[in-house]
């Protein structure tokens, strides 16, 4: 599938090129959040440093990659680190397509394109991770600091899984020094003994410096208790607009085993 993918970018550019449309062009590549990590669903992913894995609100569960090349972009060669929310690609594109932002109304999203072309500061400084009422769990960052409500998985993934070992020609091959965590832009600071039981969000709100500690080592809420009471605040403020989640129960007809192992429609 990575290989098919591979090679159905090199055809667009390709093409583009060809059609003397490449000089004018913006390709982004962009990644889902969190990775599968330390076999969960079955999976091999790696977020580390970062904590936790898919689906929960740590940091190597929110966070996402990506990478964009355009004759356009100003300062080529770099890695830009301020913070981009997803919703943002929307105006990003309408001012990338020339369009005028302000004419969308009430948009949660950012034109980050000034970001992306000279490595300008990100419009953005609050991003609001989630909030679940099935499961209780939320989490809202705001400039340096993070709050964090409750986990997934009964805080189950809630640690830090490096990659196994890889040994022999694949360790000394260049497609695994390109992706060996150990040269990765995330910073952690030390980590202290207690970094795993220092955070009880089950018990009370937990808070992070994500600029100085982006690996959530360090649980700063008793240091900073007017922070948690602005951002709980914030979250309260974010619950008063938010529809109501659909949630249905599982429903065993669902399972493919039952349907020729095919994913498909399964009610009337």
């Known amino acids: 599938m990575v290989s098919m993918l591979d090679e159905s970018v090199k055809?667009?550019?390709i093409a583009l090129k060809k059609a003397n449309m490449l000089d004018n062009s913006v390709i982004i590549f962009t990644s889902d959040n969190g990775g599968?990590?330390?076999?969960?669903?079955?999976?091999?992913?790696?977020?580390?440093?970062?904590?936790?894995?898919?689906?929960?609100?740590?940091?190597?569960?929110?966070?996402?990659?990506?990478?964009?090349?355009?004759?356009?972009?100003?300062?080529?060669?770099?890695?830009?680190?301020?913070?981009?929310?997803?919703?943002?690609w929307f105006?990003?594109?309408?001012?990338?397509?020339g369009g005028n932002v302000s004419e969308f109304t009430n948009l949660?999203?950012?034109?980050?394109?000034?970001?992306?072309?000279s490595g300008a500061k990100s419009p953005?400084?609050?991003?609001?991770?989630?909030?679940?009422?099935?499961?209780?769990?939320?989490?809202?960052?705001?400039?340096?600091?993070?709050?964090v409500i409750g986990d997934t998985y009964q805080?189950?993934?809630?640690?830090?899984?490096?990659?196994?070992?890889?040994?022999?020609?694949?360790?000394?091959?260049?497609?695994?020094?390109?992706?060996?965590?150990?040269?990765?832009?995330v910073k952690c600071l030390s980590k202290p003994s207690n970094a795993s039981t220092n955070c009880q969000p089950f018990?009370?709100?937990?808070?992070?410096?994500?600029?100085?500690?982006?690996?959530?080592y360090y649980n700063v809420a008793d240091q900073y208790p007017d922070m948690v009471k602005t951002l709980v605040g914030k979250l309260v403020k974010y619950n008063s607009t938010m529809i109501p989640p659909g949630n249905k129960p599982i429903d065993q007809a669902a399972n493919p085993y039952l349907h020729q192992g095919n994913w498909e429609p399964w009610e009337k």
């Open 108 to 117: 949660d999203g950012f034109s980050q394109w000034e970001s992306i072309v």
């Open 155 to 185: 805080g189950n993934w809630s640690g830090w899984y490096p990659p196994e070992e890889v040994t022999g020609n694949l360790f000394n091959s260049e497609l695994f020094a390109g992706a060996d965590p150990r040269a990765a832009v």
């Open 11 to 13: 055809n667009v550019t």
């Open 36 to 88: 599968p990590a330390n076999g969960f669903d079955v999976n091999y992913a790696s977020n580390f440093p970062l904590r936790g894995v898919k689906a929960t609100l740590w940091e190597g569960g929110v966070r996402g990659v990506s990478f964009v090349h355009s004759p356009l972009i100003k300062k080529p060669s770099r890695v830009w680190n301020g913070m981009f929310h997803i919703c943002d």
């Open 91 to 97: 105006p990003t594109f309408i001012s990338i397509a």
């Open 203 to 216: 018990t009370a709100p937990c808070l992070f410096n994500i600029t100085h500690d982006p690996c959530e």
């Open 124 to 147: 953005r400084n609050e991003i609001l991770h989630n909030i679940d009422p099935i499961y209780n769990v939320s989490a809202v960052r705001w400039n340096d600091f993070k709050l």
